[in-house]
Each structure stands twice: as C-alpha cells, then as structure tokens.
Nanobody
C-alpha cells in the first residue's frame, strides 16, 4: 500500500489543523493505522493509532483531548484532527499502516508502510 499524507502547515499556538492520509489499493481496511511525528533532532515517536474498523483508538498522553484520529475505509483515508496546538507539536507527521493483527499498534517497528510526512509548525 502507498500512503500520501497532506494537510500540514504553519499555524499559531491554539489553532487547529487537520492532517489527511490517503492510501492506494483496495485493502485499506486490512491495516491498522497510526500517526507518528518527528521533531527536529529527535527520534520519531508514536502519536495515535486506530483499529481497522475505526472503533478503537489510542493516544499518547501529550495529545489526549486535543487530537482525534478517525478513518473512512470507503475513502481509504485516515484523518488526524489536531486542536489547541502547542509549539511542542511542531514536527513532521507521518501516517503508517500495519499488518500486525492487534487492533491498536503503537510500536514504530510494527508498521510496514509509511507516508512521506507532512510538516506541522506551531508558532508561539
């Protein structure tokens, strides 16, 4: 599967932004999906994940209550709605697809396919 992420940009602290990730192919609902981010000089880190059906979600503590992940299997799309953005959310955001059988996948090493990344910059 090929993943294409979009929606990044420059925003001010407190603003909202929605990232989109569109997948090629007909088997999108076979993949657990996730979003990761990588800030300058730091390792890539897990942000959030969604199960194949979209029913189950999981968030890293730092984004709980501010970020919402969702997916539309009919459109082969996973969304990341980000609100109350903070300067520390600045990073390149990557969507990823996993074939691991669990509903929620949080380990970077368990993701098989990656999008190209989209840059989110939050100014103070």
């Amino acid at each position: 599967v090929q993943l294409q992420a979009s929606g990044g940009g420059l925003v001010q602290a407190g603003d909202s932004l929605r990232l989109s990730c569109t997948a090629s192919g007909r088997t999108f609902n076979n993949y657990a999906m996730g979003w990761f981010r990588q800030a300058p000089g730091k390792e890539r880190e897990f942000v959030t994940a969604v199960s194949r059906t979209g029913v189950s979600t999981y968030y890293v503590e730092s984004v709980k209550g501010r970020f919402t992940i969702s997916r539309d299997n009919a459109k082969n799309t996973v969304l990341l709605q980000m609100s109350s953005l903070k300067p520390e959310d600045t990073a390149v955001y990557y969507c990823a697809a996993s074939t691991v059988s669990r509903n929620i996948v949080t380990r970077l090493s368990e993701y098989d396919y990656w999008g190209q990344g989209t840059l989110v910059t939050v100014s103070s």
